[in-house]
């Protein structure tokens, strides 16, 4: 399939408005001429008649200079030089042109960077080879920029004299740019910060902090789903957290989770889908299902979960920062949606087990993200739906007699081969406020806690049973027992005893 032109000069180009009139170059010139089916880039490239360049929150303006051949060999020359590597429209694209157009390419120009980095990833991304004779000459390039996208552990094709630096697999390869934002977080080494606040702590209250946050993160994870589990529901699912890095991940260890999760199988097929899923609301009068997110294909599971399994085992020992890791696998895990259900909490599983194996959170802590996502719950929809909202209209699908749905059209690519900067930017700000936030707010209240507790251990005889009760009471009461509490649960607690207790309270834990 050959274009002769692909550009064009536009001042709203598919519902976005340009800064200013300009001419479309790169990816979008791309998918626009040739019909692509894939979601746009976050930022499209705009060749302007001034000479600014500058970004907006959907743009980046180029000057005349950086005009391109307007050709399938200049816009994806333009496209890999500033826009970096997108697999899904590169997939897409590869799978439409012709192979006698990109050997064109290859040997138009045989040493050149960018026609080299064509090659391997028409073969990597096709799994075929082109009847062409390898590289002889040329220095060794990176497939990657790394000044645009964050790289994976190298290694070298021979044939095409290029690093393969993706950090995925062919069957699984979500991406990340990079952002001034995540930059700032990497600046952080909030792993060495972690480690620091935490050797700081006596073992023993390290020990009964970890106990409360393990309870904190399986109610949470719990609550992002919109259940309210039961103590011992959440301590079971606790447990399994806590063992997050221990055991490998395999398709057998998802299934032993979905378990741990489901419980009992009265209601719910346990083991990896064999149909359609969707995430949304059924029509209230004709059950119609009304997707807001529509699961990969069943067929396509095995593929895809072997996949992921395989890129986070590329990444484990690889120098690869486990917060961008475990973003790509975790995120990448809830937009496949593997089960019937389960896959939100296995998803934030999956954050502990890559930051746990990768070393970034110390072993017996566990790390609670899942507090921290749900005090940011509507961000978090929001970066969910980054991802979903867009697939959705390029998915054709049908509803089914028990009102499921079946999708129509081939959509593996679109579950392995996603940019995931938004997410990874999301899981950064969560573990900052965890650890800025969350942990020390719980040490601080243990600490509290203790000191309350020998002001009545040294005042009055109480078992444990009844101080925690106390201290309870005196948390709802913002400081205050009420008259039911003073009557009957402290009734053998005089009123200047009552009062000197809700004293020392306000002066311990609301200095």
């Known amino acids: 399939m050959k274009i002769n032109h692909i550009s064009q000069i536009v001042t709203v180009f598919h519902e976005r408005i340009c800064p200013e009139i300009g001419t479309i170059i790169g990816y979008g010139a791309l998918i626009d001429a040739y019909h692509l089916s894939v979601p746009f880039p976050d930022k499209l490239a705009l060749i302007s008649k001034k000479h600014k360049h500058y970004e907006t929150e959907e743009w980046i303006v180029f000057t005349p200079r950086y005009i391109a051949a307007d050709d399938l060999n200049g816009h994806l020359t333009f496209a890999l030089k500033y826009e970096g590597v997108d697999l899904l429209i590169l997939k897409s694209l590869f799978s439409l042109v012709g192979k006698k157009e990109i050997i064109a390419i290859i040997k138009g120009e045989p040493t050149g960077q960018y026609s080299r980095r064509i090659w391997f990833l028409y073969e990597w991304l096709m799994n075929i080879k082109l009847d062409i004779h390898d590289a002889k000459t040329g220095n060794f390039v990176d497939v990657l920029d790394s000044q645009i996208q964050y790289t994976g552990p190298s290694e070298i094709s021979k044939r095409h004299r290029v690093r393969n630096n993706l950090p995925g697999v062919r069957d699984f390869c979500p991406l990340i740019r990079r952002t001034k934002k995540l930059d700032n977080f990497l600046s ?94 059924h029509d209230r009068m004709t059950g119609a299902p009304i997707p807001d997110h529509i699961s990969a294909r069943w067929q396509d599971l095995n593929t895809l979960i072997e996949g992921l399994i395989s890129m986070k085992l590329k990444l484990q020992s690889s120098g690869y920062n486990a917060v961008l890791a475990a973003a790509s696998i975790a995120f990448g895990f809830v937009f496949i949606h593997p089960f019937v259900d389960g896959n939100g909490r296995i998803h934030r599983y999956l954050i502990h087990h890559v930051l746990s194996k990768m070393g970034f959170s110390p072993k017996g802590l566990l790390f609670p993200v899942s ?37 129509l059209n081939e959509t593996i690519d679109l579950y392995r081969y996603f940019d995931i900067t938004r997410q990874a ?36 005889e109480m078992p444990d049973k ?46």
């Open 188 to 281: 952080l080494n909030l792993s060495e910060r972690l480690k620091d606040s935490l050797d700081k702590l006596p073992n023993d209250l390290l020990i009964r902090a970890s106990s409360f946050l393990l309870l904190k993160d399986s109610k949470a994870s719990y609550a992002i789903e919109g259940e309210s589990p039961t103590h011992n529901r959440a301590l079971r699912w606790g447990r399994a957290i806590s063992q997050a890095g221990n055991r490998p991940l395999s398709k057998e260890e998802f299934l032993r989770l979905q378990q741990v999760v489901i419980e009992n199988d009265r209601f719910i097929a346990f083991g990896f889908r064999r149909a359609g899923g969707f995430i949304g609301e």
């Open 371 to 407: 507090s921290a996502i749900l005090a940011r719950i509507h961000e978090y929809k929001e970066v969910l739906e980054a991802y979903s909202t867009p697939c959705l209209d390029l998915i054709e699908w049908k509803p089914t007699k028990d009102h499921n749905v079946e999708i």
């Open 425 to 460: 930017e999301f899981l950064f700000s969560c573990i900052e406020q965890t650890i800025n936030v969350i942990i020390p707010d719980e040490v601080k209240y243990l600490r509290y806690y203790d000191q309350m507790k020998t002001f009545i251990d040294e005042n009055f």
């Open 466 to 511: 009844t101080v925690a009760l106390l201290v309870r009471f005196l948390e709802q009461g913002n400081g205050k027992l009420s008259t039911r509490a003073r009557k009957s649960e402290f009734k053998n607690l005089n009123e200047k005893e009552l009062l000197s207790i809700e004293q020392a309270f306000r002066e311990i834990f609301q200095p």
